[in-house]
């Protein structure tokens, strides 16, 4: 079985950054950070003996969380919803560098960013036909 990695690198320059986190991030990191397990790389999230967290094992205890109601959410339904509200709000590019991506939103629009399925009510541009 392959264990997983702590890589100290990333797959591009971009992918080195500092991101700001909303305060309730950082309560929350701090307090997990006050009750963790002692490690030698001083993680926050890890397994009851303090070692590296497998994702495999992340991902099956989110499978079986209480019913159903998260089944649809995935660790990338996360990242699609971060990237989708910084989209909406300050546009692809914005969204691209909090992901650490270097292509200016082409890949954040591909696979993170989801497109609207309704869009805005264009009748009165298109004017009335029978006119």
């Known amino acids: 079985m392959l264990r997983p990695i702590r890589r100290e690198w990333t797959k591009t320059q971009a992918g080195y950054r500092s991101v700001a986190l909303p305060q309730f991030v950082v309560e929350t990191l701090r307090r997990r950070a006050a009750n963790a397990i002692s490690n030698p790389l001083d993680l926050v999230f890890t397994t009851r003996n303090g070692s590296i967290y497998d994702p495999l094992s992340f991902r099956r205890s989110w499978r079986s969380a209480p019913g159903n109601t998260f089944a649809w959410v995935t660790p990338k339904t996360f990242r699609k919803s971060v990237a989708t509200l ?44 029978t006119r």
Do not use: M
Not at 103 to 114: C, E, K, N, P, V
């Open 86 to 129: 910084i989209a909406n709000e300050h546009g692809a590019g914005r969204a691209a560098q909090q992901r650490g991506h270097t292509d200016h939103g082409l890949i954040a629009q591909r696979h993170y960013i989801d497109a609207p399925s309704k869009v805005e009510n264009f009748t009165g541009t298109l004017g009335d036909p």
